[in-house]
């Protein structure tokens, strides 16, 4: 199967701005069963935004995130609902992995899985 932008084959570390660095990676906290988090632009190095890798060039920008999820199960949603959240939603267990585009990791919205403490959501920017 040949790689495309839809589904990469092999996705590269993203280098802000051509550099020799691979961008920073973020710890999203997620801490509650009501409040809904989520990671925004400035968590991820886009061009004129601070983030943790720093400011990319006028359209330079990751395509892919790679997220970890760990300590504890978290809940997902992508259509903006926010609020109670903890007995709806896709159910991400602590210990599995994904890469999502990075429009669909901007979108999304987290909260604790019911009976759960304290999650983390690891994610690294990818290119294509």
């Known amino acids: 199967m040949a790689a495309t932008l839809i589904?990469?084959?092999y996705p590269r570390p993203f280098y802000p701005g051509g550099g020799t660095a691979v961008a920073t990676?973020?710890?999203l906290t997620v801490s509650s069963t009501t409040v809904a988090t989520s990671f925004?632009?400035?968590?991820?190095t886009y061009?004129?935004?601070g983030s943790a890798g720093g400011n990319a060039a006028a359209g330079d920008q990751p395509q892919l995130v790679f997220l970890d999820v760990q300590a504890a199960n978290v809940l997902v949603t992508f259509d903006g609902t926010s609020g109670s959240l903890?007995?709806?939603g896709h159910n991400l267990a602590a210990g599995t992995n994904y890469?999502?585009?990075v429009g669909t990791v901007l979108n999304a919205n987290f909260v604790l899985a019911a009976g759960t403490t304290t999650g983390y959501i690891y994610a690294s920017q990818?290119?294509?």
Do not use: D, E, K
């Not at 925004?40 to 991820?44: D, E, H, I, K, Y």
């Open 126 to 128: 990818f290119a294509v």
């Open 99 to 101: 890469t999502w585009q």
């Open 47 to 49: 061009a004129g935004a």
């Open 7 to 9: 589904n990469p084959l």
């Open 25 to 27: 990676g973020y710890m």
């Open 40 to 44: 925004t632009t400035s968590s991820f």
């Open 86 to 88: 903890y007995t709806r």
